[in-house]
């Protein structure tokens, strides 16, 4: 591929009628380190989270252990309106999955669960809203607001 050319590929986020959707809202988890394993694991049989009394800013502390390491986070609801989605490439066999096959593309993703909830942990420090990961959601708002003020301006 040359430089500075992407790639061009689509992403299908509905369901067939008779697929059900997968809601993982609450096993979402953000790690503050870098897992280059991606087979199976039974995480929840290893990782297991569990609530604490301390509140920070308004956010409930729960504590899990990872590799020995103690963890401290907590569970985050995105802001109105987004959706986490987890997604997996379509597989392009005897049948067209994907609309944009017949373009060459066969770069297609598909839907497999969808979230509205996530857990960020952190390793020394009880989670505030002065996390990066938590501040990162206000650029929402302001990205919201510049689209808007911008396509206003457009239309005067």
């Given at each position: ?46 990782f ?59 770069n ?14 952190n ?34």
């Open positions: 591929m040359g430089e500075g050319r992407g790639t061009i590929g689509s992403i299908n986020l509905s369901r067939k009628d008779d697929e059900e959707e997968v809601n993982i809202s609450g096993h979402v988890h953000q790690l503050p380190c870098c897992i280059k394993f991606d087979g199976h694991c039974s995480v929840s049989h290893y297991k989270p569990r609530p604490t009394d301390i509140e920070v800013d308004g956010l409930r502390v729960e504590e899990a252990y990872f590799r020995g390491r103690k963890l401290q986070g907590t569970s985050i609801s995105l802001p109105n309106g987004y959706s986490g989605f987890v997604l997996g490439k379509k597989s392009l066999g005897k049948r067209k999955f994907c609309d944009d096959a017949s373009e060459g593309n066969t297609c993703w598909e839907m497999k669960a969808k979230f509205d909830k996530l857990a960020y942990w390793h020394e420090s009880l989670p505030s809203k002065d996390d990066a990961f938590v501040r990162c959601f206000h650029w929402f708002a302001v990205a919201e607001a510049v689209s808007f003020s911008f396509l206003y301006g457009a239309i005067l």
